[in-house]
């Protein structure tokens, strides 16, 4: 089992910058592939960004390619989220989520089974 905590949100206004932190507690980080999805208000969970293993491989959904950055540490048992020229619809609780499968990376919820419980991030326009 695996505990993971994200950290890094706040308010900022368009067009700055932010990187959350996911943290995870369990011995077998690097085992895992993990993912960043978002929730806004009103809306279901979508996915963000996703990073293999190794962290070889990433993959972004298209509104944040270019402006998002996904990478971890395995040293440190921690995935970031780098996020430049945020926009208001950026706005959302942010999640970090952990799988064991055979591809690096999955744009699918139900491949992840364990998630952190979300950090807030708004941007203001």
């Known amino acids: 089992q695996v505990q993971l905590v994200e950290s890094g949100g706040g308010l900022v206004q368009a067009g700055g910058s932010l990187r959350l932190s996911c943290a995870a507690s369990?011995?077998?980080?690097?085992?895992?592939?993990m993912g960043w999805f978002r929730q806004a208000p009103g809306k279901e969970r979508e996915f963000v960004a996703g990073?293999?293993?190794?962290?070889?491989?990433?993959s972004y959904e298209d509104s944040v390619k270019g402006r998002f950055t996904m990478s971890r540490d395995n040293a440190k048992n921690t995935v970031y989220l780098q996020m430049n020229s945020l926009k208001p619809e950026d706005t959302a609780v942010y999640y970090c989520?952990?799988?064991?499968?055979?591809?690096?990376?999955?744009?699918?919820?139900?491949?992840?089974?364990?998630w952190g419980q979300g950090t807030q991030v708004t941007v203001s326009s």
């Open positions: 990073i293999s293993r190794s962290g070889d491989t990433t």
């Open positions: 369990g011995r077998t980080f690097s085992s895992y592939a």
């Open positions: 989520a952990a799988r064991i499968a055979i591809w690096p990376t999955s744009v699918e919820e139900k491949t992840y089974a364990y």
